[in-house]
């Protein structure tokens, strides 16, 4: 039996660290303080959510958006008159040949400009917000509830819901995320089995608003803060 080193003592065991009265009691206190800045977080922006603040277009930003809202509803021909152009503008335009230019089919509507556009409607302009990511489109929504309804009758709850959209093998996909009520994601039995569903294939080949909406689309990209739209020919 080897006689122990006198150069190289046993390490000394270390008792288990035991908390003070003092230490236990501020712990305690630290729990109690970050659940009831949660719950009041919770209750601040999911029980009683405040108005949403509208975004307020500059006079050249709300002429940006008119000028890209015309050409989606009235496509001009792009590109410089070939004729002479009339001094007075009571002479009325200047015959010209038509041709069209696929640059002018791409069109970008940043974030700002899209919530912009919801607070010119007086019923959404506090109610509604659109926030834009990769191939992501989610929206925050207000909804009051009838006065009749079971449950928080007449209540100002938060919903929000996501979008997918995205062009994929030429076509346009726009996929259903999921929707929350109160920061309560939904069944998917409760949304109609339309989580996670492709609304255009589902809907698209009927005469409608989404068939028409994809016919006219020829590219589709939602990016960081804007929204890429290519109009079909």
Known sequence: MSSPDPSNPPTAVRPPR????????????????????????????????????PVVL?????????????????????????????ADPGEGPVPERYREDAAARVLYFTQRELNGLIAGSPELADRVALHLSDDLVSATVLVSLPPDFPVMA????????????????????????????????????????????????????????????????????VEQGRLRVELAE
């Open 58 to 86: 500059s006079a050249p930003e709300q002429q940006v958006l008119e000028d890209k809202l015309r050409q989606l509803r009235d496509p001009a021909p792009a590109g410089a008159p070939e004729g002479p152009t009339p």
């Open 154 to 221: 007449g209540r100002v709850i938060r919903v929000d819901a996501g979008l997918a959209l995205q062009h994929m093998d030429d076509r346009l996909v726009v996929v259903l995320r999921g929707v929350s009520i109160m920061g309560v994601p939904l069944p998917d039995a409760w949304l109609g089995g339309l989580k996670g569903r492709d609304l255009v294939a589902l809907y698209g080949r009927e005469p409608g608003f989404w068939q028409a909406f994809a016919d006219g689309v020829r590219d589709l990209r």
């Open 18 to 53: 035991r908390f003070g009265g003092l230490q236990v009691f501020l712990l305690l206190l630290a729990a109690v303080l970050i659940t009831a800045m949660a719950t009041l977080w919770a209750a601040r922006t999911y029980l009683y959510p405040a108005p949403l603040e």
